[in-house]
Structures are given as structure tokens and as C-alpha cells.
């Protein structure tokens, strides 16, 4: 399938300092891309590119086959949701939602259906009369996203639009979006920094840190097998070994024959340990030793810390059985799964 939207070599500048630098990716239609990186990756910056707010410095968009370059911003027809929402206080929920439609000179009679589809779909049947300062926080998100589906965009960017809400809600309306977002069969790019936010929405998740794209993958994979130290140290792996300084020989019995000549960084995820003797594989598992310097019941699972030569690991144990306790030590484990080799960084 040819991609609806490709991102050739973008680069962006300020005052000599790299912003994007050099990226490069493709999207499907119906497809919903995440960019996620702390802030100061250039993932903002490269949305507004996208827009056309922002001009590039050198590469390319080519959207649906054109050039974006040579297509005004207000002619590309693409739908934009920030994290301040954007509403107009003057106008009730259902004008808010009409407005993109009488700029695009819809009849009335579609207008009002098309109104009442967007009410429908986002759960707010009832409300379409109602004044913008009386709704929650929640309420006000789903009349932004309604009103930036209702013009049918081509392309629908959405900058931390959840970025206001508390944790509770924002971790439910995650999920909402993604659902409203597949029905709809929108294609769209969706700037987080927030990881499980990303993992919740997207297809596809591009990892952005100062101006580069890390690596782009499914979440399962990103999360599985993470490119390098610094996109694993992002999504908050810990437990990482400089191989150039500890021998994986130092850590693991027998060790994994594929780790015998590493030098490089290795990733133990956390919740690819088990005590000893309770894994199921069939398989023998390479053990790891160590004492127990944390121990935090976690209700599905006990938090673990433990010491191993001058490092301290990190795992996430079962509740069943229970660890040792603190002082004691443990034998563990550990998944050949949850071993991850990790690039050098560019």
C-alpha cells in the first residue's frame, strides 16, 4: 500500500541550533502515528511543519503524492486539536462543533446532521446546547475532538491533547480517542510525552529525542525490544549494563550463548524475572544472584530491588510466591525474552 503521507528528511532550525533534524517516515491511511519524546525532542515543532505553521529548512511532505510545499495550509484539509482545546467561550457545544462546517459553506440541513453525528460519537447526545464554561475538563476534550472530526479532515493532528487532564481521566479518554479515531477511519498524528498515553492510542509510536527520530516501531515492539540506552532509559527500563565494563558472565549462569561476545549495552526488562524454579518455559533459564535491597507489594505484582555487584536491579515479581525480604538473598530467573541487546547511540 502507498503511504497517505510521507516525511522526507525534514530539518528545522533555530538561530543554528537543530531542532528536526533529518527525519524521515511514512503513514498509512487509517493509520494513527504517535510522536513521543520529552520535551525539547522536536516532536511539536515537527507537527507545525506538518501544518504548514512552520516552513522546513530543507526536505520534504509529500501528502497523498504531493508536495505539501506547494499546498497552502488552509487548503490542505487537515483537522487540528491542541491541549488548550480552543473553544469559543461565546458559542455553545453545538456551534462550537458547526463552526468548520459553515467556513466550508455545508447546507444547514447537513450541517445539523453532521452535528448530531459528532454529539453521538463522542457522548454527548444531550449537550449540544449547552454553554462551553459549564462543561468538566473531560466534556470540553470530546467537544474539541469533535469539532475537529466534524470538516471529515484528511489528517487530523493532535498536539498533547490530553495534556491538561488528571491522570485518571486522561488514561480513560486514551483509549476513547483511539476507539472514535478507528471508527471513523481517521489517519492521524498524535504528539505525547507521556508513554502510556502513546502506547494507549497508537498504531505506531515514533520515539523523538533532541531532533532525531530514535526509532519508530509497533508499541509492542518499541517496548520489546528497544533500540538503544537512551529509548530504553525514556520508557523507564533501569536496569541497564555497560557490557564494556561487566561481563554478562558476571551476572548470569548458564549465560545465554548469544551474549558470550557481547560488549555493548544490555536491557533486562523488569518483568522478565521469576524465583528460581518457577518458570514454565521447559526450558532452562539463565539465573541471576543477588540480595534484596527493596521489596514494595505493588497489589498485581511485588516491586524488587536487589544488588549485584555495584548495581542495583530493578524487577517486577509475581505476588505468588511471595520474595524473601530485605537482607536476604534471591536467586531469579530471568527470560531470554527479556534480554534485549541494545545499539550503540549515533
Given at each position: 500500500?502507498?503511504?497517505?503521507?510521507?516525511v522526507?528528511?525534514v530539518?528545522?532550525s533555530?538561530?543554528?541550533?537543530?531542532?528536526v533534524?533529518?527525519?524521515?517516515?511514512?503513514?498509512?491511511?487509517g493509520e494513527i502515528?504517535?510522536?513521543?519524546?520529552?520535551?525539547?525532542?522536536?516532536?511539536t515543532?515537527?507537527?507545525?511543519?506538518?501544518?504548514?505553521?512552520?516552513?522546513a529548512?530543507?526536505?520534504?511532505f509529500?501528502?497523498d503524492?504531493?508536495?505539501?510545499a506547494?499546498?497552502?495550509?488552509?487548503k490542505?484539509?487537515f483537522?487540528?486539536?491542541?491541549?488548550?482545546?480552543?473553544?469559543f467561550?461565546?458559542?455553545?457545544?453545538?456551534?462550537?462543533?458547526?463552526?468548520?462546517?459553515?467556513?466550508?459553506k455545508w447546507?444547514?440541513?447537513r450541517?445539523q446532521?453532521?452535528?448530531?453525528k459528532?454529539?453521538?460519537?463522542?457522548?454527548?447526545?444531550?449537550m449540544?446546547?449547552?454553554?462551553i464554561?459549564?462543561l468538566?475538563?473531560?466534556?470540553?476534550?470530546?467537544?474539541?475532538?469533535?469539532?475537529?472530526?466534524?470538516?471529515q479532515?484528511?489528517?487530523?493532528l493532535?498536539?498533547?491533547?490530553?495534556?491538561?487532564?488528571?491522570r485518571?481521566l486522561?488514561?480513560?479518554?486514551?483509549?476513547?480517542?483511539?476507539?472514535i479515531?478507528?471508527?471513523?477511519?481517521?489517519?492521524?498524528?498524535?504528539?505525547?510525552?507521556?508513554?502510556?498515553?502513546?502506547?494507549?492510542?497508537?498504531?505506531?509510536i515514533?520515539?523523538?529525542?533532541?531532533?532525531?527520530?530514535e526509532?519508530?516501531?509497533?508499541?509492542?515492539?518499541?517496548?520489546?525490544?528497544?533500540?538503544?540506552?537512551?529509548?530504553a532509559a525514556?520508557?523507564?527500563?533501569?536496569?541497564?549494563?555497560?557490557c564494556?565494563?561487566?561481563?554478562p558472565?558476571?551476572?548470569?549462569?548458564?549465560?545465554?550463548?548469544?551474549?558470550?561476545?557481547?560488549?555493548?549495552?544490555?536491557?533486562i526488562r523488569?518483568?522478565?524475572?521469576?524465583?528460581?524454579?518457577?518458570?514454565?518455559?521447559?526450558?532452562?533459564?539463565?539465573q541471576l544472584?543477588?540480595k534484596?535491597?527493596?521489596?514494595?507489594?505493588?497489589?498485581?505484582?511485588?516491586g524488587l530491588?536487589?544488588?549485584?555487584h555495584?548495581?542495583?536491579?530493578?524487577f517486577?515479581?509475581?505476588?505468588?510466591p511471595?520474595?524473601?525480604?530485605?537482607g536476604?538473598?534471591?536467586?531469579?530467573?530471568?527470560?531470554?525474552?527479556?534480554?534485549?541487546?541494545?545499539?550503540?547511540?549515533k
Amino acid at each position: 500500500m502507498t503511504p497517505l503521507l510521507q516525511v522526507d528528511k525534514v530539518s528545522r532550525s533555530y538561530n543554528e541550533t537543530p531542532v528536526v533534524a533529518g527525519i524521515s517516515f511514512a503513514l498509512k491511511e487509517g493509520e494513527i502515528l504517535c510522536l513521543l519524546g520529552p520535551s525539547g525532542s522536536g516532536k511539536t515543532t515537527l507537527l507545525r511543519l506538518l501544518a504548514g505553521l512552520e516552513q522546513a529548512d530543507s526536505g520534504r511532505f509529500l501528502f497523498d503524492g504531493r508536495d505539501l510545499a506547494t499546498i497552502p495550509p488552509h487548503k490542505r484539509h487537515f483537522g487540528m486539536m491542541f491541549q488548550e482545546y480552543a473553544l469559543f467561550p461565546h458559542k455553545n457545544v453545538a456551534e462550537n462543533i458547526r463552526f468548520g462546517l459553515e467556513r466550508m459553506k455545508w447546507s444547514a440541513d447537513r450541517q445539523q446532521q453532521r452535528v448530531q453525528k459528532m454529539l453521538s460519537l463522542v457522548g454527548l447526545e444531550e449537550m449540544g446546547e449547552r454553554r462551553i464554561d459549564e462543561l468538566s475538563g473531560g466534556e470540553r476534550q470530546r467537544v474539541a475532538l469533535a469539532r475537529s472530526l466534524a470538516p471529515q479532515p484528511r489528517l487530523l493532528l493532535l498536539d498533547e491533547p490530553l495534556g491538561s487532564l488528571d491522570r485518571v481521566l486522561r488514561d480513560r479518554l486514551a483509549g476513547e480517542i483511539r476507539s472514535i479515531l478507528k471508527s471513523q477511519q481517521v489517519t492521524a498524528v498524535f504528539v505525547t510525552h507521556d508513554q502510556a498515553e502513546a502506547f494507549a492510542v497508537a498504531d505506531t509510536i515514533a520515539i523523538l529525542r533532541q531532533g532525531r527520530l530514535e526509532q519508530i516501531d509497533s508499541p509492542e515492539t518499541i517496548y520489546r525490544r528497544p533500540k538503544t540506552a537512551a529509548v530504553a532509559a525514556f520508557l523507564g527500563f533501569r536496569n541497564l549494563i555497560d557490557c564494556s565494563r561487566h561481563h554478562p558472565a558476571d551476572f548470569f549462569y548458564p549465560l545465554p550463548p548469544g551474549l558470550k561476545r557481547y560488549s555493548g549495552r544490555l536491557l533486562i526488562r523488569p518483568e522478565g524475572a521469576r524465583i528460581s524454579g518457577q518458570s514454565t518455559s521447559g526450558i532452562d533459564w539463565p539465573q541471576l544472584t543477588g540480595k534484596i535491597t527493596k521489596k514494595q507489594f505493588q497489589g498485581q505484582i511485588y516491586g524488587l530491588e536487589i544488588a549485584v555487584h555495584d548495581m542495583q536491579l530493578h524487577f517486577a515479581l509475581p505476588i505468588d510466591p511471595a520474595p524473601p525480604e530485605i537482607g536476604e538473598t534471591i536467586n531469579l530467573d530471568i527470560n531470554p525474552q527479556a534480554l534485549v541487546e541494545l545499539e550503540e547511540e549515533k
